[in-house]
């Protein structure tokens, strides 16, 4: 049973565009919600985390949308670039029991 | 330089054979991890080691095996029993207790290898 459910799959905009890439979950004690990038051949690295006590949390172009009510957090990429091409994965845990639980994952491509 | 370091980067297989993937990190993280990587289907954890010599089975242990008796080395086996064991395989690790400042549970995945069954 997935733990996180992500969506969409694939997403395709233009540069400058924003592309929103969504999460779901069910497990009320998840308290760390982290979003990797991979790019293709590589392992998977961390971009921007949130604990549910905010809603928002942005570094850079990227912003992290959190909806504790709803069960659902959300990464949105300001101005996207060609160089965002990448698949993004997000996840979930609680603290201290080591295990994340990764969604399927979203293959990214900006155009130029 | 601190990081994860996999390897071979690629390996080659004929069925029926036993395969070890290598992965060792100088981070001196306490929990490590192996992943699978199918297309569409994420990452899915194989086993996890939260401290030396001991070891877990994650969601797909079945065809696979482990040994921690380093800190910072955690290879894996892929048996003949794994029936399709075709995929890119991913190390981690982390630091729970967070005294690296840096996130909690945040895992450092290596650059993976690619095993493939000829």
């Known amino acids: 049973q997935q733990q996180v459910k992500q969506s969409p799959q694939s997403l395709i905009v233009q540069k400058g565009g924003i592309p929103i890439i969504n999460c779901a979950y069910e497990n009320t004690a998840f308290d760390y919600f982290p979003w990797y990038q991979q790019f293709p051949g590589k392992g998977p690295a961390l971009l921007i985390a949130i604990r549910p006590d905010v809603s928002e949390k942005k570094e850079g172009r990227f912003t992290i949308s959190f909806n504790k009510s709803a069960k659902q957090f959300s990464l949105h990429i300001m101005d996207s670039q060609p160089g965002d091409s990448a698949t993004y994965f997000c996840a979930a845990s609680i603290t201290g029991a080591n295990n994340l639980f990764f969604g399927t994952g979203t293959r990214l491509t900006v155009i130029p | 330089d601190g990081g994860i370091t996999q390897s071979p980067k690629y390996l080659f297989r004929k069925e029926g054979q036993n395969v070890t993937l290598s992965c060792e990190q100088n981070l001196n993280h306490d929990a490590m991890y192996w992943y699978r990587q199918d297309p569409g289907q994420g990452l899915r954890l194989i086993y996890y080691s939260q401290i030396v010599n001991d070891f877990q089975k994650g969601d797909i242990a079945e065809g696979y095996s482990v040994s921690r008796e380093k800190k910072e080395s955690f290879p894996l086996t892929v048996t003949s029993a794994q029936k399709n064991p075709t995929a890119f395989y991913l190390c981690?690790?982390?630091?729970?207790?967070?005294?690296?400042?840096?996130?909690?549970?945040?895992?450092?995945f290596g650059p993976g290898t690619r095993l493939t069954v000829l």
């Open positions: 981690a690790s982390s630091d729970p207790r967070g005294s690296s400042g840096r996130t909690y549970n945040e895992q450092f």
